[in-house]
């Protein structure tokens, strides 16, 4: 009786060992989905896309202007960001580089431009800048195509992930799941039913979960990152027994089958 115990104690502890490390995390699930039979090959479930917010140029923000012109580089104050002010142009290769190349937006929206002088483009879209900068560069350039990149989008991702820190990138469009792959993902603890962001609005800063768990995810207004965004991977309420468990169980089990096979030898040879 008393070896038939331990061996239901190794049973059970090796049944729960077997839920606990093939539990499934999982992104953007859809309702009965991992029980289905999924059909390869084919378009398995077509979702509408998130509208982009478009993003708006705010005081302090720090900018690089290009401009691409039939006119000669020499009459062409943007054609080089080469040797301005002692930089080059590997200053404006990474956004996380704290020695940015750009012009700032002052605290009412207006930046200095060489050739141009003061323009107000604080409050105004990407596309509506640029068209006004070529607007006004057309009559001292041939042909002239602006381009406006913001230099210092910066988002931070904390808690349970891979990489904590402060991103920043180029692109226009970043999703909450493109920052969170920059950042290494959810770690295995991490609750991706319950992703908070903080996002500054004004005076404020407003507070909003995500769940990343589910499609539902991909119509939500907060899809996209926006500049100073803060991700926070919460962790598991349970994660301090699920770490625990995983960590030990299969120690226990060991120790649990190397005693009941100590003891069976012991008892045969009698």
């Known amino acids: 009786m008393k070896y038939s115990k331990l061996l239901y104690i190794l049973f059970f502890t090796y049944l729960f060992s077997s839920c606990v490390s093939n539990k499934k995390l999982t992104y953007l699930k859809h309702e009965g989905e991992l029980k289905e039979e999924v059909t390869y090959d084919s378009v398995y479930r077509s979702t509408k896309a998130v509208p982009l917010a478009l993003n708006t140029l ?14 000669p580089p020499e009459y062409n104050p943007f054609a080089y960001v080469e040797n301005v002010a002692g930089s080059t142009v ?4 990474n ?5 940015l190349l750009g012009y700032n937006i002052d605290e009412e929206g207006n930046v200095d431009l060489p050739l141009i002088g003061r323009v107000q483009l604080g409050g105004l879209t990407y596309s509506q800048a640029e068209e006004k900068l070529r607007s006004i560069l057309k009559d001292m350039m041939d042909q002239p195509a ?19 820190g402060m991103y920043g990138t180029f692109s226009r469009e970043i999703s909450v ?17 319950k992703i908070k ?37 919460l962790p598991l309420k ?14 226990i089990a060991s120790i649990t089958a190397a005693v ?9 040879n009698r």
């Open 58 to 71: 705010r005081p302090f923000d720090q900018i690089l202007v290009e401009v691409k012109t039939v006119t």
């Open 90 to 93: 590997a200053n404006v290769q």
């Open 95 to 99: 956004p996380e580089n704290g020695s």
């Open 146 to 164: 602006v381009r406006v990149k913001l230099l210092n989008f910066r988002f931070t991702v904390m808690g349970e992930v891979g990489r904590p």
């Open 177 to 193: 799941l493109e920052g969170l792959a920059k950042a290494g993902g959810a770690k295995e603890f991490g609750d991706r039913a």
């Open 197 to 233: 962001l903080l996002r500054k609005n004004g005076d404020y800063v407003e507070t909003i979960y995500l769940n990343l768990n589910s499609e539902e995810f991909m119509h939500s207004p907060y899809y996209y990152l926006q500049q100073e965004d803060v991700l926070v991977v």
């Open 238 to 251: 349970r994660r301090p027994t699920l770490e625990y468990v995983q960590r030990n169980v299969s120690i």
């Open 260 to 268: 009941v096979s100590i003891v069976t030898l012991i008892t045969v």
